[in-house]
């Protein structure tokens, strides 16, 4: 296998399962070193696991933190170069999808701790490591958006206006850096089978979830949900040397759908 990553400091997100995880798993068996964030210590550490299987020889930093605080953002920022003395890549993953409801019904607490992560928590992200990358002259951001950043979703109002506002500061910042000899992009997943899917799921019918997804994926042109190890591959490609001229670049990862008529 190629080592893209040898030598390279990776700093990933919400790395304690799902697409962050999936993206830990590929970036480790090419060489990375991590740094890997999440607020489940738990889930951090079983992907530490999951790593060490693959690629034994990975150097790897774990930092239990909440996004949605800047203070603790920042904090894993400096720990990250305090260790790594660099930050070459970003997954900027860590997103929730809060509880599903009509806008009237949302509610303000839920639209704020949905904002809070999902948004607020990819800015301060991009503010501290930014900085970094400016300095070294060099590296590369990837936002976790959605296909419900470019598109409405329905029964998610906090959701969705977070990823699209996650779209907005991607270009944004990628005009801004460009000349920084940094690339900044997002995905826009679909349905990938991940822990947040399956609760996502769960909430429209918990007791048959498994039938809702097989009716939620009907219309998919490829007629199946995307597996995490698909966005990984792109997460790496994106981060990668390879992909040093794509900047302010939205990919979806869906199977086709959100193009479909």
């Known amino acids: 296998m190629d080592k893209r990553f040898e ?25 990375a070193k991590l740094s890997l964030v999440d607020l489940n210590e738990e889930g951090l550490e079983k992907t530490k696991i ?26 894993y920022v400096d720990q990250t170069v305090d260790k790594f003395g660099r930050i070459d890549g970003f997954f900027n993953n860590a997103g ?16 704020e701790k949905v904002i809070g992560i999902n948004l607020n928590g990819v800015f301060y992200g991009m503010q501290y490591v930014l900085k970094v990358m ?21 029964n998610q109002s ?18 801004e850096y460009g000349e920084y000899g940094i690339n ?10 991940t822990a947040m899917v399956e609760g996502s799921l769960r909430q429209m019918d918990g007791d048959n979830w498994e039938e809702v997804g097989k009716e939620f994926v009907k219309p998919n042109p490829m007629k199946r949900f ?4 698909e966005v990984g591959h792109l997460v790496a490609f994106l981060l990668s040397n390879e992909a040093t001229f794509i900047n302010a670049a939205v990919i979806t990862i869906d199977g086709g759908q959100s193009y479909k008529y």
């Open 134 to 154: 400016r300095e070294q002259g060099s590296g590369s951001i990837v936002n976790a958006a959605s296909v419900g950043g470019i598109r409405g979703v329905g």
């Open 7 to 31: 030598n390279q400091v990776v700093l990933i997100t919400g790395a304690g399962s799902g697409l962050g995880e999936a993206t830990a798993l590929q970036i480790a068996k090419e060489g």
């Open 226 to 229: 995307g597996r995490p190890e």
């Open 184 to 193: 900044i992009n997002a995905i826009a997943p679909g349905a990938i089978m």
């Open 158 to 175: 906090g959701y969705s206006a977070s990823k699209h506002g996650v779209i907005g500061l991607t270009r944004n910042s990628a005009i």
């Open 50 to 75: 999951k790593v060490l299987e693959v690629a034994p020889e990975t150097d790897i930093l774990l930092v239990k933190a909440n996004v949605a605080h800047e203070e603790e953002v920042k904090n």
């Open 96 to 111: 929730i999808e809060g509880k599903q409801n009509l806008t009237e019904d949302f509610g303000s607490k839920e639209f």
